[in-house]
């Protein structure tokens, strides 16, 4: 089946630096990738979608000069926190959209990374 | 707006008795609706999907979802609970506003943690 790869899984950073993180479709081209914040116990909130070769649309909210996503291939996107402060300690997953055979597209979903800011 | 509520943030059962969690989705038009799982610290996994099929929907793991449209509901339930079953539980619903836009992402509930007790 469709795999997502999310990397890092787990990363802490000092304040005021930058942090990538990459989500990767293994065995699937990807041409929608969403990106999602998770607060503890809380449910999922979209950030921002991708499309391969086009700007981020960006949620209400979300800045999109601290948040950049990049998704420069088909099997790639990327999320950099710049300039990181502790607010944005969090846990953030990607998810990947693929043609399923039914017709619906399928979600498929990074592991998670869990950003920490000290 | 196409959004889903899941009833019950906290559910517990017994080892071996049967799991019922409970999602209602408020749509104009017959939506498509997923349930997830999330263990700590991890992405999602799809446990089953209704894409205007089969009302009665199987998922992995023993559980299944009945796509009820008189009560506009999409409840997940499982006949035997197992120790391992105890995880976050998401109804997702792709929202009405991704679907005008094409961007078709996915909406979560609040989520529904499941406690099984020995």
């Known amino acids: 089946g469709a795999v997502v790869s999310q990397h890092p899984s787990w990363v802490i950073c000092k304040s005021g630096t930058s942090v990538k993180i990459e989500c990767r479709s293994l065995?699937?081209?990807?041409?929608?990738m969403f990106w999602y914040r998770q607060f503890p116990k809380q449910s999922l909130m979209l950030m921002a979608t991708?499309?391969?070769?086009?700007?981020?649309?960006?949620e209400q909210g979300v800045e999109k000069d601290k948040f950049l996503i990049n998704h420069a291939s088909l099997t790639l996107s990327t999320l950099t926190v710049t300039s990181a402060h502790p607010e944005d300690s969090s846990f953030y997953i990607c998810s990947a959209r693929d043609k399923d055979g039914v017709g619906i597209y399928g979600y498929t979903f990074g592991s998670g990374t869990r950003l920490t800011v000290v | 707006a196409q959004s889903v509520t899941q009833l019950g943030s906290h559910v517990s059962v017994s080892e071996g008795a049967l799991v019922l969690l409970r999602c209602n989705y408020s749509?104009?038009?017959?939506?498509?609706l997923f349930w997830y799982v999330q263990y700590p610290n991890q992405g999602l996994q799809l446990l089953l999907k209704y894409t205007s099929a089969a009302t009665l929907v199987k998922g992995i793991n023993g559980f299944e979802a009945e796509f009820k449209k008189s009560e506009t509901s999409f409840h997940l339930t499982k006949p035997s609970a197992h120790m391992s079953d105890a995880a976050e539980y998401f109804c997702?619903?792709?929202?009405?506003?991704?679907?005008?836009?094409?961007?078709?992402?996915?909406?979560f509930g609040t989520g529904t943690r499941l406690t099984v007790i020995p």
């Open positions: 065995d699937f081209q990807a041409t929608t």
């Open positions: 749509s104009s038009v017959p939506p498509y």
């Open positions: 997702a619903v792709i929202s009405r506003r991704g679907r005008l836009t094409g961007a078709n992402n996915l909406f």
């Open positions: 991708s499309n391969e070769g086009s700007k981020a649309t960006y």
